[in-house]
């Protein structure tokens, strides 16, 4: 990790394969930069229809690049997209600079975002995963000293050492690989067990999903507080890309006493790499679980279009279909439109605004308490604890003590109705 405040200049390239969103990834990289404590010196672009197999860039390209790097001072390129080993060492070499590839990098943000033990663990897997075909790379080098996880074995850049010392790198690391697999089982184990108590509860579950840095923590924390919830239930909002990597679960309670859980998780990004996907599957997947889904989107970009493109493209890898979904067009205070205001299932809102929360939560209770019916109940006086639980768990809009027990009208789900068929008037 770099000690110093000083961001480290870099040159950022990318290969232009004609596609309307290049524009867009190379914006992305350049953010990805610089929430790595880097900053970009100098971007540079080449049309190209496919990458060249052995340098990436052509060979001219190659040589500007050589010279940029020279001529800007740095020592790091950082490129658009995911390399091959040989790639990598082939650049490395023609232009002795280090190189980090996207995956890379979005690996190095997430090392040093991750701050539970989970995150820690899924980051640690995909890193060993993507170092494994690398070890003769410097970017598996600089993955542990910037990560200062201790694999053991990512330093083998020196091929001198002979094969011998390869081979004793790679079985450290696959070693390891299912040290952490292990680990993590265990870990997932654990959060299935408390998924399936949440099932059996019955509680309606909302999931915020969207593009990094869209605004899910913010709305998160809004809804928390405009619920009446303790302000320690809140959690980290931050002007920076992937400032949450764990899934945080709030039970939340409407002035009907109505409850349902919401989840706020991990932001998505273009080209997420596989091996991280793979490895935050069990934090991702609160998304597949859930009841209803609100996309956060940064409706102040130019290019939200795309990013709403990377979250759609995003849950359908992770296997998330078929959910309901309310679209939050955020950050409207930052534009000159009116808000809230709602179209079908889109709402332009801005988290910071409590009339916009309220509109929000109107459309989550319409759309996950929409099996609700208004039902009277006589409950005889022995059974208290029914009335207990309808009191505390329900909205209760009459109630009326009879001779032979206590009348109560109140707004029950299916599962109440079945449950209570038998009081029913
Ligand atoms: N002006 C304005 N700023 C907002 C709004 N919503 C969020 N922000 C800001 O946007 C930044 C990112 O917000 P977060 O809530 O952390 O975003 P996130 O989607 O949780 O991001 P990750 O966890 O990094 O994926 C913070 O600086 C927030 O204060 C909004 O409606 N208006
Ligand atoms: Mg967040």
């Known amino acids: 990790m770099d000690l110093t405040d000083t961001p480290t200049p870099v040159v950022t390239i990318g290969l232009n394969r004609n596609s309307n969103s290049f524009d867009y990834s190379m914006t992305e990289l350049n953010n990805l930069v610089e929430a790595n404590k880097m900053t970009v010196a100098e971007t540079l672009v080449q049309k190209l229809d ?192 992937f400032a949450t990597l764990d899934t945080s679960i709030r039970r939340l309670t409407l002035p009907d006493q109505k409850t349902f859980l919401l989840s706020d998780t991990v932001g998505f990004v273009s080209q997420l790499p596989h091996q991280l996907v793979q490895a935050f599957k069990s934090t991702l997947s609160e998304a597949a679980n859930a009841d209803l889904l609100i996309q956060v989107v940064d409706n102040s970009d130019p290019h939200r279009e795309l990013m709403m493109k990377t979250t759609e493209d995003t849950l359908n890898e992770i296997g998330v279909s078929g959910i309901p979904m309310i679209v939050a067009l955020n950050k409207a205070d930052k534009m000159d439109v009116n808000y809230p205001a709602r179209e079908g299932d889109n709402l332009v809102m801005s988290a910071i605004d409590d009339a916009s929360l309220q509109e929000l939560v109107t459309m989550i209770k319409e759309k996950v308490f929409k099996n609700y019916e208004t039902v009277e109940l006589l409950i005889p006086f022995d059974k208290g604890d029914v009335v207990s639980y309808l009191n505390d768990n329900s909205n209760i809009l009459n109630t009326d003590y009879k001779s032979d027990g206590t009348m109560i009208t109140a707004e029950l789900n299916e599962t109440e109705i079945k449950r209570f068929e038998k009081y029913r008037v």
């Open 50 to 241: 496919r990458p060249d197999p052995a340098t990436y860039f052509g060979k001219g390209k190659i040589e500007e690049l050589k010279q940029v790097v020279i001529d800007d001072g740095v020592d790091t390129i950082v490129v658009n997209d995911e390399l091959s080993p040989s790639q990598i060492r082939n650049i490395e070499k023609a232009t002795n600079a280090r190189i980090i590839d996207r995956t890379g990098l979005i690996l190095e943000i997430f090392a040093n975002r991750a701050q539970s033990r989970e995150a820690k663990l899924q980051v640690e897997l995909a890193k060993l995963k993507y170092q494994l075909p690398r070890l003769h790379t410097s970017a598996s080098q600089r993955l542990d000293q910037q990560t200062g996880t201790a694999s053991g074995a990512g330093g083998a850049t020196n091929r001198g050492a002979g094969e011998s010392q390869y081979e004793l790198n790679r079985r450290t690391l696959e070693k390891r690989i299912t040290h952490v697999n292990q680990e993590l089982k265990e870990a997932s184990k654990a959060d299935q067990t408390k998924r399936k108590q949440r099932d059996r509860s019955d509680i309606p579950t909302v999931a915020l999903v969207g593009y990094t840095n869209a605004g899910k923590s913010t709305v998160m924390n809004g809804l928390i507080k405009l619920l009446g919830e303790d302000e320690d239930k809140q959690v980290l909002v931050k002007n920076m890309l």
